[in-house]
């Protein structure tokens, strides 16, 4: 029995045809997207960050091969040029840091760089000198978020984040959940502690969120960072079996990525979701979700409708 066309194959060749059609390469047609860019504040200042973002987890831990760092950070310099902000890593990431230091290294203007990374260790000191490192290796003076990763020593990690904020070496703090664990601990803790930004799992499956984390950080102004919005690539090879439905044009979408992703930022709770990628192509599929008609809520539970059937 033959193979099913892989999403990348069927992507690629619609988008080549266009492209030979308008005299363009694929990738400048690709980043030919309508309207202004996705914006969403951050609630504790105000401050307007791109609601796509980009993660690293896998994807960006490739030791030092020099090659798979430099094709990385051809993925960075385009996550930039598409109007991306966000880039989130943790320690725990293998060599994501490191990666991320080498791409950053080459692009002269880092201004849009919204940095985000975490704490990751059982112990309060080793966690002080893992921030530094972190530092280190993105090769920066001041992050912009770093987050306590997975609720692990949650309560000491942020004694030590508090102390970063006000010495002026962090902008904000927060911690994290994935995989849709720990939400019973991530409510107490988004409703007793004082934060800036929450991370846990949202996507058109995993839709558990909706109930409690959700409306509970639009109550308490926190900002919603939404990881695995692709559920790893699984719900990715699920939809990319099937026809995009022609009711996708009605918001502006062009592939399935950018419906998966228009569905988990048209919440308003959420504040930036990350997928993370290793290739530039794919990048570029993404960052088309930062522009364009968002789905209103009628448009979101067809989506959930019609992904659910498949």
Partial sequence: MPRRPSRRAVLASLAGLGAAAAGLRPEALAAAAPGPKLMRAIPSTGEQIPAIGLGTWITFNVGEDRRLRDARAKVLEEFFARGGGMVDSSPMYGSSEAVIG?????????RALFSATKVWTMWQGTGQRQIADSRRLWGLQKFDLIQVHN???WEGHLETLRAEK???????????TSHGRRHDDLEEIMTKVPLDFVQFTYNVVDREVEQRLLPLAAERRLAVIINRPFQEGALIDRVMRHKLPEWAAEIDCKNWPQVLLKFVVAHPAVTCAIPATSRVDHLAENMGAL????????????IVRHVEAL
Avoid: F, W
């Fill in 151 to 153: 609720l692990l020593r």
């Fill in 291 to 302: 522009h364009g008609t968002l789905p209103v809520e009628k448009m979101r539970a067809r």
């Fill in 102 to 110: 080498h791409g950053l290294a080459r692009i002269a203007d880092k």
């Fill in 166 to 176: 006000a010495a002026g070496r962090i902008r904000y703090i927060g911690v994290s």
